[in-house]
């Protein structure tokens, strides 16, 4: 990915790699197969002024550092957040290997019954292949607004109801957090206005448009 004009100098823009973490298994494929999110994830700034970038480390994904780059490549902002550690429970990871085992059961046959060379145990090929860590990770989007502030929508445990945003200002430090229904992809904010997206229970989908307002302002 490349931010910047055409016609800059390869030093004036800011290019970087993600690499595949996919799960692949050797001598069978690769698939498009993630049981959690890997970092870093971006987005670009909706003025076409630069990039921001959240990371974090897998194995130990309490601190969330946020990068903000400017059109060329040079860094403008960098602060960080303390995350809670969700540890993955054991059922949720052996659901995890489940589903990975059924994407690659077909094609691992397949390999097989070719001649070449694969894994001798299934399972234990897709556990490697997965590199599922202990944790999950800290945040699952990001969002950028025009004023200059960056939304953090935080991992929450799949049995609770609402999702969680931490909002940084301009300065890159955490303003006010914002509660929504799981299920709510916000997608744009304008002053007090956030418009998201969902789906009902029919998978029908719909858009929505949110007032912030303060805990307890809503009568």
Same mark, same amino acid.
Do not use: N
């Given at each position: 990915m490349?931010?910047?004009s @055409?016609?800059?100098e390869s030093r004036d823009?800011?290019?970087?790699r993600?690499d595949d973490t996919d799960?692949?298994?050797?001598?069978?494929?690769?698939?498009?197969? #993630?049981?959690t +999110?890997?970092p870093p994830i971006?987005r670009?700034?909706?003025e076409?002024?630069?990039i921001?970038?959240a990371?974090?480390?897998?194995?130990r994904?309490? +601190?969330? *550092?946020?990068r903000r780059?400017d059109?060329?490549?040079?860094? *403008?902002r960098e602060s960080?957040?303390?995350?809670?550690?969700?540890?993955?429970p054991s059922?949720v990871?052996?659901?995890? %290997?489940?589903?990975g085992?059924?994407?690659?059961?077909?094609?691992y046959e397949?390999?097989r019954?070719m001649?070449? @060379?694969?894994? @001798?145990?299934?399972?234990?090929?897709?556990?490697?292949?997965?590199l599922l860590?202990d944790?999950?990770a800290p %945040? #699952?989007?990001?969002?950028?607004?025009r004023?200059?502030?960056v939304?953090?929508?935080e991992t929450t %445990?799949?049995d609770?109801?609402e999702?969680?945003w931490?909002?940084?200002?301009p300065?890159g430090e955490?303003?006010f #957090?914002?509660?929504a229904p799981?299920?709510?992809?916000f997608?744009a904010?304008?002053g007090?206005?956030?418009w998201?997206t969902g789906?009902?229970?029919?998978?029908?989908?719909?858009i +929505?448009?949110?007032e912030l307002? #303060?805990p307890?302002g809503?009568?």
């Amino acid at each position: 990915m490349t931010v910047g004009s @055409r016609s800059d100098e390869s030093r004036d823009t800011l290019a970087f790699r993600f690499d595949d973490t996919d799960m692949a298994i050797p001598g069978v494929g690769v698939w498009a197969f #993630r049981a959690t +999110v890997t970092p870093p994830i971006h987005r670009l700034d909706p003025e076409g002024s630069g990039i921001v970038i959240a990371d974090w480390v897998p194995d130990r994904p309490e +601190v969330v *550092t946020v990068r903000r780059f400017d059109e060329y490549g040079a860094l *403008t902002r960098e602060s960080t957040i303390a995350a809670e550690l969700r540890p993955i429970p054991s059922d949720v990871k052996r659901a995890f %290997i489940e589903e990975g085992m059924k994407k690659a059961e077909g094609p691992y046959e397949s390999a097989r019954r070719m001649g070449q @060379r694969v894994p @001798r145990s299934l399972r234990a090929a897709v556990e490697e292949g997965l590199l599922l860590p202990d944790f999950y990770a800290p %945040i #699952r989007s990001i969002l950028v607004t025009r004023a200059g502030r960056v939304w953090l929508r935080e991992t929450t %445990i799949a049995d609770e109801y609402e999702g969680e945003w931490v909002v940084l200002g301009p300065d890159g430090e955490a303003e006010f #957090r914002v509660s929504a229904p799981e299920g709510i992809t916000f997608r744009a904010v304008h002053g007090d206005r956030v418009w998201a997206t969902g789906t009902t229970e029919l998978d029908v989908p719909f858009i +929505v448009v949110y007032e912030l307002v #303060r805990p307890g302002g809503c009568g």
